[in-house]
């Protein structure tokens, strides 16, 4: 009886141990819904930096250019007026009147760039993401996973889940591979 007794305890503790083990494999495993940090992935990955990076270097120079047309534009301005002595009230009007004209066009012209840097500027968010889609997608179908969802967006989640830290992990070693290249493929 005592024997009959042990051996249905130890069936339930195999069974309790079976059902737990299961439980936390199927947490940790393909559940089809994983989760990212996107900006994390963007911010944290090395490739992410390098094209922010490279994004500041070729803006240097127009950063210079900014730099170099308001100095021009403050020493116009105050030769104009140290001019102002020795001209007549008509020529100082008319130069004053031609130096705002052409203040205004270069502030427009000026600002145009701007709005063209800013939008390349908010393109590479984009741009990451669409050439790290062959990593992303390999992550996916490793995970047997059918959506994504940004971790910004989700109310609550399991941690096993977020492949935040894999996608980054995996997007750096394709591009210290490729890091020499101009312009690396990220496929892994």
Known sequence: MILVKYKLKLYQLISTIVCLL???MALAGPNGILIV???????SSKFGQSIRKKFQLDNQTFNKE???ILQSLKEEEIKLTKDRESLSPE???KAAEAFDTRAVAIR???LEKIRIVDERFQGLKPLFFDRIRPIIIKIMREYDASVILEKNSVVWSLASIDITSVIVERVDKAFMK???AQKPELED
């Open 22 to 24: 299961s439980t936390n």
């Open 91 to 93: 020529d100082f009007a």
């Open 178 to 180: 490729t890091s020499g």
């Open 66 to 68: 900014n730099s170099t």
């Open 108 to 110: 427009a012209v000026r």
């Open 37 to 43: 940090d996107l900006d994390r992935a963007y911010n």
